[in-house]
């Protein structure tokens, strides 16, 4: 199966700065990379993805970079508010079993 | 209508006890998903439906047994469950299983086995 790895695990700034989580993955077929965001207490929400014919997507204060060649991908968002504090997952999908893989989970803390 | 809905919210149930979960979509979804989620860990699939057919099962023990009535509705029959079944199960669908699409998760159904 697909070996995903997503960094920091827990990652801490304050309001206004700009924040950075990376997922890494093994499997060179996967060809779909979403990240949700799951506040304490709620569901996790699809926030941004991209597919692999694109290197960047953006809308407004959050962006997600793909290296296919390298093999991460990045959630980038900026101005951050802290209405961002969250759990943040990358969940690529691999183009063979269709089922994505869940990263660990990064834990957003954004301080007033 | 853009959203899963889930019932119940809550439920505590004893180790005999049989209950249902029940997960509703009027998106025209095709693919439905469980998936069961630890505090401060990932979501874990369980089950996947894809045109109201069963098309994977992470082997998930027998005490949890999932049902398609219809194109808009999945269930979750529990019976005999264990006190580490305690947790979030989260139905989730998409636009369909094999497609680049995300998913849509209900809000989850809080479950607690005493």
């Known amino acids: 199966g697909e070996n995903v790895e997503q960094h920091p695990s827990t990652l801490s700034v304050q309001e206004g700065d700009s924040a950075v989580i990376k997922c890494t993955y093994s499997?060179?077929?996967?060809?779909?990379f979403p990240w949700y965001k799951q506040e304490l207490g709620k569901r996790p929400q699809l926030i941004i993805d991209?597919?692999?014919?694109?290197g960047e997507k953006k809308d407004q204060r959050i962006a997600v970079t793909l290296n296919k060649t390298a093999k991460h991908f990045s959630l980038h968002i900026t101005e951050t508010q802290p209405e961002d504090s969250a759990v943040y997952f990358c969940?690529?999908?691999?183009?063979?079993?269709?089922?994505?893989?869940f990263g660990r989970g990064t834990s957003l803390i954004v301080h007033p | 209508d853009t959203e899963v809905t889930q019932t119940p919210k809550h439920l505590v149930m004893g180790m005999t006890n049989k209950k249902s979960l029940k997960c509703e979509q009027h998106?025209?979804?095709?693919?439905m998903y469980w998936y069961k989620q630890k505090a401060k860990k990932p979501p874990e699939l369980m089950f996947v439906?894809?045109?109201?057919?069963?098309?994977i099962n992470e082997s998930v023990p027998s005490r949890f047994s999932p049902e398609c009535p219809n194109s808009s509705l999945l269930n979750l029959h529990l019976h005999a469950l264990q006190p580490e079944d305690s947790a979030l199960y989260l139905c989730?669908?998409?636009?369909?299983?094999?497609?680049?699409?995300?998913?849509?998760f209900g809000s989850g159904t809080r479950l607690t086995v005493v």
């Open positions: 439906y894809s045109y109201e057919k069963l098309s």
């Open positions: 969940a690529p999908k691999s183009g063979g079993s269709y089922i994505p893989t």
């Open positions: 989730a669908s998409s636009q369909d299983h094999g497609l680049d699409y995300g998913y849509t």
């Open positions: 499997d060179s077929a996967s060809n779909y």
């Open positions: 991209i597919r692999s014919n694109v």
């Open positions: 998106m025209g979804h095709r693919a």
